[in-house]
């Protein structure tokens, strides 16, 4: 029976008993983790491999004779951008591999455009005044605090089944010209898990900003990162902006961190050339180049974009159980009580729960409380103010099985509680 | 006989000899390089070992637990850190460990004070009209290449055999609220090996700059890399701030791209709490974490300080009779002459040589034409451009000791030329 339509009888029976489950989680002392989008340790394991790739026996030469160790080399080795290519359909001219991080990445191209501007000769954005930044949500919240901190006032645009609002997005960017960006996470959204259709890629493509400094960040997190036989797909942004000649439009980040270590592996960027080669007039002043001996370890272990592909499905059947445990929790114990709405996604990261309105708060203050941790209610808004405080991120991977499926509990106990006492109190 | 005395045929004789002499060398198609200071391949074989520090074997994990492999530890694992915490003097809460370049770290610093201030409540430094730096000169390219690229008017201090000119420095400083910072390599510096005296040292750390954002940009790259058994040794600068309150006033900066690998060592930045904890809430935005594997590499081959020590004997063997190769040389063909005037440096990578007012332009145009490139001339002041037209950084790292000693026969032989042309024109 649905919750929503319990007497207050029937309401007040479901809370008696979710509490009692509850305190009984409690006195568990439970230290759970359902937080954060980390790979868990098997996951790790699958590439310990490559950590023998450059050895002591190695010469480090890259196949073009460069000597890994030494110095140079700015924009990454042949081999290495040749598999990050590959993978996200762009020319070798068109890519950068930079360190260990696509965040960083990310932060640094918006402080780059923030000091410098997007291309010789345009102006500096900190120098227009107010900046806007559009934050399609729910959404990844490092993206977002990246905006904050650079002082960017954050609209938030609704997420739909086929990617963000875009008739929202066309008319704000066609009228306003300090939008100068959008944060977009295409395939397996973080959260959502949706990817964007083709119209949705199509109609970013064709966007005609009032500002010729508009940028979209199109954060290809998990293009590679499949669930199931039958993934998604994604048209190619930088092929699609090309045809509506917006090719300097798009900047597209994507990085090894969930494919070879987490905490050690390789990140890029790939744009036009004009915009790479920009970049890289700013970056020779950065840095004299990024770690060239991590990325002959990934070009070697992995050989080509063959070799990811193959890799990934190795993940998928580590993690594609995890998520499948969250969800038949969630289909037992939620969905005949109508008390939550959830995604089912075919690749990615997470899963996105919403509950009744105004009861994310609660939920996530009930799991901490008995030692689950979940992402932080509201975190996957701007400023973490979700308007109708009620999605939640559920990151399946880090647990191991057992422990996921002992902090499902917690979480479907917690959301029955947090429900009947919103329902209570109308 | 000194070239400065001879007369104008004497003069003659020489330029013919010597140009008869460079016809021979150009005809030899030589192609050599003395221009950057790069470790040779026997240097970069010291470490291979490192390579095997952290492989398939290994569980990756940090002394506390932390799995290297995955997300996380914003500054630095504590082993990484404990090495680089002895080697500068400065305690685990006072130093971050970044990626694998120090120059980014630097420029990352600018940028940072230059969007937000160099703390919480300070004018961010694009908001202060003009900015103006000191540049201790000849210095580092790279070094004047970043406050160039940010708009920064560059101003040239004078360097003295006991480091920068602290008279013009403190009279600048005390006037001038636009000056916000000053670059300095402390310890046989880039290019002319000298290391600050104690006085000096404490000379900066007393400084009342009027601008309360000034910041010493204190890059202690060369602070291991002794070449004799009789090393300089340098004062801790932090310390010495802290005597005289000014401990916020200077950011350390060091990395192991000259004792592991020079494409993938690990960058430190050290600076008094207050900074640190500045820098990461910032950094926490920018990042989840740096390359920890690699970190860990570098604290199971290394193991401590002590260990770091030892390996940089190691190097010395190698590159100390480089550098005795570039000085004999010299003492044998320009001393006689007085056609120049170079240092002989107790450390650090470079020999720092000063032609005949008028002549490094034409001494390095004419090593070019030959086949051995050089350090353009000027590279070693603000903007490129040496007053004098005449200091040349020599770095004798790179090339095997034949073409070396090859390289240097080119490069004296320019010099009688330059340098006869120099004087037969008065």
Redesign the interface.
């Known amino acids: 029976m649905l919750m929503t339509e319990m007497t207050k009888e029937q309401l007040e029976e479901v809370l008696s008993q979710a509490k009692s489950e509850y305190e009984g989680y409690k006195a568990l002392g439970l230290t759970l983790n359902m937080a954060?989008g980390?790979?868990a340790?098997d996951q790790?394991a699958l590439t310990?491999?490559m950590?023998?790739a450059?050895?002591?026996s190695?010469d480090?030469k890259a196949a073009d004779g460069t000597?890994?160790?030494?110095?140079?080399?700015l924009d990454g080795l042949k081999e290495t951008k040749k598999l990050f290519c590959d993978m996200l359909g762009v020319k070798d001219e068109e890519l950068i591999v930079g360190?260990?991080?696509s965040?960083?990445l990310m932060?640094?191209t918006i402080?780059r455009n923030?000091?410098f501007g997007v291309g010789e000769g345009k102006k500096a954005w900190?120098d227009q005044g107010k900046i806007k930044w559009l934050c399609p949500a729910p959404g990844y919240d490092?993206h977002f605090?990246?905006t904050e901190?650079?002082g960017f006032e954050l609209i938030t645009v609704p997420m739909k089944a086929d990617g963000p609002d875009m008739d929202m997005i066309e008319r704000l960017v066609s009228e306003d010209e300090s939008i100068k960006g959008i944060w977009c996470v295409p395939m397996y959204a973080n959260p959502t898990g949706i990817t964007y259709s083709d119209e949705v890629v199509r109609r970013f493509a064709a966007l005609k900003p009032k500002a010729d400094d508009f940028r979209i960040f199109w954060d290809n997190a998990y293009c590679v990162h499949h669930l199931t036989d039958t993934p998604d797909t994604l048209l190619n942004i930088l092929d699609e902006c090309k045809k509506t000649g917006n090719e300097d439009m798009v900047y597209i980040f994507a990085s090894t961190?969930k494919v070879s270590?987490?905490?050690?592996g390789v990140a890029v960027m790939a744009a036009s050339k004009a915009n790479i080669d920009y970049v890289k007039y700013?970056m020779t002043?950065?840095?004299?180049?990024?770690?060239?001996?991590?990325q002959l370890r990934h070009a070697k272990y992995f050989k080509d974009y063959e070799g990811i592909k193959a890799h990934m499905k190795k993940h998928a059947a580590i993690i594609a159980p995890k998520f499948k445990a969250v969800l038949n929790a969630l289909d037992e114990s939620v969905k005949p009580l109508g008390i939550g709405s959830y995604n089912s996604p075919r690749g990615g990261y997470f899963i996105s729960f919403d509950t009744l309105d105004g009861c994310a708060k609660r939920v996530v203050s009930l799991c901490k409380e008995a030692g689950v941790v979940m992402t932080g209610a509201g975190a996957t808004f701007p400023y973490g103010k979700d308007p109708k405080d009620s999605n939640i991120r559920i990151a399946p991977t880090l647990p191991p099985i057992n422990e996921l499926e002992q902090a499902m509990k917690v979480f479907i106990c917690a959301v029955k509680i947090a429900s009947a006492e919103k329902l209570l109190a109308k």
């Open positions: 954060r980390k790979p340790a790790l310990r491999g950590l023998d450059v050895d002591s190695s480090c000597d890994c160790r030494n110095y140079g080399v360190g260990n991080s965040l960083n932060y640094d402080a923030y000091i900190k490092r605090a990246i901190r650079f961190s270590f987490a905490g050690a700013h002043i950065q840095t004299i180049g990024f770690d060239k001996i991590n």
